[in-house]
């Protein structure tokens, strides 16, 4: 069974563009999670989509949104970036209850200039 | 908020002994305790949990106590092998909708060989 998967692997931005990226989650999973980690901060929850909706939303600004498809697959948009938005985004997916194991992604390294 | 501390934040062990790390969460609520074992360039992945109706948990080398009372939970590992060099996080589960963790900061383990 293929694992979860991200889309770009690494992307360059300069500051006040927007960015979009891209989650597959694992066959039959319908639950995606999106965490930012960086060396400060180490992992933060950003949000949680569950059949289309956001079940759950982490401490982040409005600049950060999300939204999932009738195939479960997620985006996760950034706009207006900032010099702080530099972090690898993790995508993580798991089964349709509360608590479940997550699985997570390789992530997409997001570097603002 | 909800919270979780996790110590030591590095660990250096010879090849063939024991490693622990320890985690504290602050919400009592939390009910599920995943730990996760992120190499250079990949996504974190789930190497063990445990959910709060159980005490302890093995899988071959490793191992997952939990002390609901004291709010601590600790990742065991024996015989560790260069291969077990990695960051490990721990990480609380909160609320009881959906799948929204919260990690540690991390513990950076060396093993040598």
């Known amino acids: 069974k293929a694992g979860v998967t991200q889309t770009p692997r690494y992307l360059i931005k300069t500051r006040g563009q927007q960015v979009t990226l891209s989650c597959s989650p694992i066959?039959?999973?319908?639950?995606v999670s999106w965490y930012q980690q960086t060396p400060g901060q180490g992992l933060q929850f950003l949000f949680e989509y569950f059949s289309e909706t956001q079940r759950n939303k982490g401490n982040f600004p409005g600049r950060f949104s999300g939204r999932q498809f009738s195939n479960s697959r997620s985006e996760m948009n950034v706009s207006t970036l900032e010099l702080g938005d530099s972090a690898l985004y993790l995508c993580?997916?798991?089964?349709?209850?509360?608590?479940?194991?997550?699985?997570f992604g390789s992530g997409t390294q997001l570097s603002v200039l | 908020g909800e919270n979780v501390e996790q110590h030591p934040s590095t660990l250096s062990v010879q090849e063939g002994d024991s490693a622990v790390i320890k985690c504290t969460y602050s919400?009592?609520?939390?009910?599920?305790f995943p730990w996760y074992k992120q190499e250079l360039g990949k996504g974190p992945q789930l190497i063990i949990d445990i959910r709060s109706n159980v005490g302890e948990k093995k899988d071959q080398r490793i191992a997952v106590t939990l002390n609901k009372t004291a709010k601590h939970f600790s990742l065991h590992i024996t015989e560790t092998q260069p291969e077990d060099s990695a960051v490990y996080f721990c990480a609380a589960s909160i609320g009881m909708n959906g799948n929204k963790l919260v990690f540690g900061a991390g513990t950076i383990l060396r093993v040598k060989s």
């Open positions: 919400d009592s609520a939390s009910n599920y």
């Open positions: 066959s039959g999973h319908r639950s």
């Open positions: 993580a997916s798991s089964s349709q209850g509360a608590n479940e194991k997550l699985f």
